[in-house]
């Protein structure tokens, strides 16, 4: 029992691939971790930006479409690593060769940090108007800077913690926080329904909507692409991390379909009611709505419980971020000490813990929605089209044979995802919203470079991978 124990920890915190015995995570639990992963900080900001730029009637198919969309694109990631049990990027070995792990490590790492440096803010937003609520001052605590930033990296120390236990304590945890955050979900619909009402909620005007001076047409189109395209990015941000969790699922399908509806309808939702209530109040920040709620109401208490429950599941997410970053790690890179991986994986988004970057949520997803979109779009080409889902997973760890392809390096995904790269940027700049060519109101950016990046690493693979440089599987049978 002892040596199964040992064994069972060891593959939680290193390297070695997960057995279906050693597997942990049934469809609730992985439903209980997306609730807490999605809603508890990206699908209420980004929710309430799409809110800040279209009426109730637009947001409705932007964040719903858009999410489930976006992950549908996604799907076929979540299945490699529940049916093999081997970390994300252990899994795209036979996809992009040995040697281009470290390119896929640098964008999950900007995925990840990014994200962690959001949902620790959301922490530090809540408990500085906690604070004040409180004790009714206004200390350096209960300052927007560097109060909130002090209580991000209280919540990354909190997370950090919860993350190194591991994914058993990670179950109990975010089983426990998702119940905090659907409260605070509820209270939120009850509010809108109830004291604001459905009628004011359509009729209300976003609060800072893109406006293209002259042109109100053009305006609009901007307004209906931009919301798209953070909500499909959102939807595609999802693919480096699928298989950190899946790999713990005691099937594919409890796998697959735990992310999908975590992250996909049920989040989406959440998203739906955070448009709403940045309508009703014209507010961005989501942890200012529940002080707005309680004022309206009249009820203080409103305000107490709701930002403790949101600091709640703000550190659930936390942790739920860093344990798949650190896996990642220990598992590519297999000389690094859990504890070491763990701060690699958390310190570094102390640099991105200011108040500028809370409010950036539609250049940060896009950035997040291109990188995972491109990698995402070879891996599930190549599951479907190239290796229908077959994997050798001893030639995974075999560094020296295996899947070499080109020295380590497949050139049909390095190229592909050089491509999808360019192609995006050359349609959007993420960074200061703009259209180089004028495509991005009429086409958006991440849908077409998924597709299009798919499609070049199908016609590359077919017409010159295959039959130069064989991997395992294909070698086989041709024999």
């Given at each position: 029992?002892?040596?199964?124990?040992?064994?069972?920890?060891?593959?939680?915190?290193?390297?070695?691939?997960?057995?279906?015995?050693?597997?942990?995570?049934?469809?609730?639990?992985?439903?209980?971790?997306?609730?807490?992963?999605?809603?508890?900080?990206?699908?209420?900001?980004?929710g309430s930006q799409t809110g800040m730029?279209?009426?109730?009637?637009?947001?409705?198919?932007?964040?719903?479409?858009?999410?489930?969309?976006?992950?549908?694109?996604?799907?076929?990631?979540?299945?490699?690593?529940?049916?093999?049990?081997?970390?994300?990027?252990?899994?795209?070995?036979?996809?992009?060769?040995?040697?281009?792990?470290?390119?896929?490590?640098?964008?999950?790492?900007?995925?990840?940090?990014?994200?962690?440096?959001?949902?620790?803010?959301?922490?530090?937003?809540?408990?500085?108007?906690?604070?004040?609520?409180?004790?009714?001052?206004?200390?350096?605590?209960?300052?927007?800077?560097?109060?909130?930033?002090?209580?991000?990296?209280?919540?990354?120390?909190?997370?950090?913690?919860?993350?190194?236990?591991?994914?058993?304590?990670?179950?109990?945890?975010?089983?426990?926080?998702?119940?905090?955050?659907?409260?605070?979900?509820?209270?939120?619909?009850?509010?809108?329904?109830?004291?604001?009402?459905?009628?004011?909620?359509?009729?209300?005007?976003?609060?800072?909507?893109?406006?293209?001076?002259?042109?109100?047409?053009?305006?609009?189109?901007?307004?209906?692409?931009?919301?798209?395209?953070?909500?499909?990015?959102?939807?595609?941000?999802?693919?480096?991390?699928?298989?950190?969790?899946?790999?713990?699922?005691?099937?594919?399908?409890?796998?697959?379909?735990?992310?999908?509806?975590?992250?996909?309808?049920?989040?989406?939702?959440?998203?739906?009611?955070?448009?709403?209530?940045?309508?009703?109040?014209?507010?961005?920040?989501?942890?200012?709505?529940?002080?707005?709620?309680?004022?309206?109401?009249?009820?203080?208490?409103?305000?107490?419980?709701?930002?403790?429950?949101?600091?709640?599941?703000?550190?659930?997410?936390?942790?739920?971020?860093?344990?798949?970053?650190?896996?990642?790690?220990?598992?590519?890179?297999?000389?690094?000490?859990?504890?070491?991986?763990?701060?690699?994986?958390?310190?570094?988004?102390?640099?991105?813990?200011?108040?500028?970057?809370?409010?950036?949520?539609?250049?940060?997803?896009?950035?997040?929605?291109?990188?995972?979109?491109?990698?995402?779009?070879?891996?599930?080409?190549?599951?479907?089209?190239?290796?229908?889902?077959?994997?050798?997973?001893?030639?995974?760890?075999?560094?020296?044979?295996?899947?070499?392809?080109?020295?380590?390096?497949?050139?049909?995904?390095?190229?592909?995802?050089?491509?999808?790269?360019?192609?995006?940027?050359?349609?959007?700049?993420?960074?200061?919203?703009?259209?180089?060519?004028?495509?991005?109101?009429?086409?958006?950016?991440?849908?077409?470079?998924?597709?299009?990046?798919?499609?070049?690493?199908?016609?590359?693979?077919?017409?010159?991978?295959?039959?130069?440089?064989p991997a395992p599987i294909q070698a086989?049978?041709?024999?």
């Amino acid at each position: 029992m002892a040596t199964k124990e040992y064994v069972r920890k060891d593959v939680y915190f290193t390297v070695l691939p997960c057995r279906k015995g050693e597997r942990i995570y049934r469809f609730w639990d992985l439903l209980a971790i997306q609730i807490c992963f999605g809603i508890g900080a990206w699908f209420f900001l980004i929710g309430s930006q799409t809110g800040m730029w279209l009426s109730a009637k637009q947001a409705i198919p932007a964040i719903i479409f858009g999410n489930c969309f976006g992950l549908l694109l996604m799907g076929a990631v979540a299945i490699i690593s529940a049916r093999y049990g081997v970390e994300q990027l252990l899994g795209s070995v036979p996809i992009f060769g040995p040697k281009f792990t470290i390119v896929n490590v640098i964008f999950f790492a900007v995925t990840w940090l990014c994200a962690l440096a959001l949902a620790a803010l959301m922490f530090g937003q809540s408990a500085i108007k906690l604070w004040g609520t409180i004790f009714n001052d206004n200390s350096v605590l209960a300052s927007a800077f560097p109060g909130a930033t002090i209580w991000a990296v209280l919540a990354l120390i909190v997370g950090f913690i919860f993350a190194s236990r591991g994914p058993d304590t990670l179950k109990w945890f975010t089983r426990i926080a998702a119940v905090f955050m659907i409260v605070v979900l509820i209270g939120l619909i009850l509010y809108l329904l109830i004291h604001v009402g459905l009628d004011n909620i359509f009729k209300a005007k976003p609060a800072a909507p893109i406006v293209i001076e002259g042109d109100a047409d053009l305006s609009n189109r901007w307004n209906i692409a931009s919301s798209f395209e953070v909500n499909i990015g959102l939807g595609l941000s999802w693919a480096y991390f699928y298989g950190q969790y899946t790999r713990l699922a005691k099937s594919e399908s409890g796998g697959f379909h735990g992310c999908m509806w975590g992250w996909g309808a049920l989040a989406a939702v959440a998203g739906v009611f955070a448009a709403f209530a940045a309508l009703a109040i014209g507010q961005y920040d989501p942890t200012s709505w529940l002080v707005v709620m309680s004022t309206n109401v009249g009820f203080p208490l409103i305000a107490l419980i709701g930002l403790i429950l949101m600091a709640v599941a703000n550190i659930s997410s936390i942790s739920t971020i860093i344990y798949p970053a650190a896996i990642t790690l220990v598992s590519n890179y297999p000389k690094l000490k859990w504890g070491l991986a763990l701060a690699i994986a958390t310190v570094p988004a102390l640099i991105l813990c200011t108040p500028g970057f809370y409010g950036r949520i539609a250049s940060i997803y896009a950035i997040i929605g291109l990188i995972n979109g491109i990698y995402g779009a070879i891996i599930v080409t190549d599951y479907f089209f190239i290796s229908k889902g077959v994997y050798k997973l001893r030639d995974i760890f075999n560094t020296k044979e295996g899947y070499q392809y080109f020295h380590g390096v497949n050139p049909a995904a390095a190229i592909s995802m050089a491509f999808g790269l360019v192609f995006y940027l050359i349609i959007l700049n993420p960074i200061t919203w703009t259209s180089l060519t004028g495509w991005f109101p009429y086409i958006t950016a991440g849908v077409p470079t998924v597709i299009l990046t798919g499609v070049l690493y199908y016609i590359l693979m077919k017409a010159w991978i295959v039959k130069k440089y064989p991997a395992p599987i294909q070698a086989e049978k041709q024999e």
